[in-house]
C-alpha cells in the first residue's frame, strides 16, 4: 500500500516561515513528479511547486522567491521551504506524486490527506 504523509502544517504570523514535508512509503517501483498543491476555500487547488520528470522545478508565479522545494530521493521525501509567508498563502497543502507501484501495471496520481497552513496575526 502507497502513502504520502505530510507534516510541518501550522499557524504563523506574517512575514514568517513554515518548513512542509512529505514522505512516500510503501511498495514503491518508481515515483515522479513529487510536488506540492494547495487549496484555499472557495478556491480550486493549484500548483505550488513541483519536479518534473526531467528535474526541473516548476513554481506558481505567487510564491516565487519566497518558496524553495527539495526533496531527498534516499528517504523519498519532498520538503517545501516556505519563507516570507503572507495571508494569502493560507490553504490545506496537499502532497502529490505519480507512484507506480510493484506488480502495477501504470503510475497512478497519489496525493496525501492534506495539512493546514495558516497566515495570520
Not at 23 to 52: C, H, N
Not at 100 to 116: E, L, M
Request: one cysteine or more.
Amino acid at each position: 500500500q502507497v502513502q504520502l504523509v505530510e507534516s510541518g502544517g501550522g499557524l504563523v504570523q506574517p512575514g514568517g516561515s513554515l518548513r512542509l514535508s512529505c514522505a512516500a512509503s510503501g511498495s514503491i517501483f518508481s515515483m515522479d513528479g513529487m510536488g506540492w498543491y494547495r487549496q484555499a476555500p472557495g478556491k480550486q487547488r493549484e500548483l505550488v511547486a513541483t519536479f518534473t520528470s526531467s528535474g526541473s522545478i516548476n513554481y506558481a508565479d505567487s510564491v516565487k522567491g519566497r518558496f524553495t522545494i527539495s526533496r531527498d530521493n534516499a528517504k523519498n521525501t519532498v520538503y517545501l521551504q516556505m519563507n516570507s509567508l503572507k495571508p494569502e498563502d493560507t490553504a490545506v497543502y496537499y502532497c502529490h506524486a505519480l507512484i507506480k507501484p510493484y506488480f502495477v501495471s501504470r503510475a497512478t496520481d497519489y496525493w496525501g490527506q492534506g495539512t493546514q497552513v495558516t497566515v495570520s496575526s
